[in-house]
Nanobody, 123 residues
Framework: VNLLESGGGLVQAGGSLRLSCAAP????????MAWFRQPPGKEREFVAA????????FYADSVKGRFTISRGDAKNTIYLQMNSLKPEDTAVYLC?????????????????WGKGTLVNVSA
């Protein structure tokens, strides 16, 4: 599965960005998906997850109330709307999909990964 992220860039603190994740030639509607991020020099960390049908979402405490994960009308796209961005949100944001029977919100719980898109929030 080839996942392609887009929408990253440079934004001032307090601003907003919308990230997209698409997989040409695939549909996501049978699989749970998530966004992780990897700040410079740090380990990859969970950001947000959405169930296969979009009915359930789950967020890291650090982004709760500011970020929203959603599934697109097209069955091969998910989004991450990021509002009230802070400098500590600066990271490479990666899209991932769970195709097996794993549970949880850690890196090992997901099966395929995109290469990421860089979000840089200036103070």
């Amino acid at each position: 599965v080839n996942l392609l992220e887009s929408g990253g860039g440079l934004v001032q603190a307090g601003g907003s960005l919308r990230l997209s994740c698409a997989a040409p030639r695939y549909t996501f509607n049978d699989y749970a998906m998530a966004w992780f991020r990897q700040p410079p020099g740090k380990e990859r960390e969970f950001v947000a997850a959405v169930s296969y049908d979009g009915a359930s979402t789950f967020y890291a405490d650090s982004v709760k109330g500011r970020f929203t994960i959603s599934r697109g009308d097209a069955k091969n796209t998910i989004y991450l709307q990021m509002n009230s961005l802070k400098p500590e949100d600066t990271a490479v944001y990666l899209c991932t999909i769970r195709t097996g029977a794993k549970t949880g919100y850690d890196v090992a719980s997901y099966d395929y990964w995109g290469k990421g898109t860089l979000v840089n929030v200036s103070a």
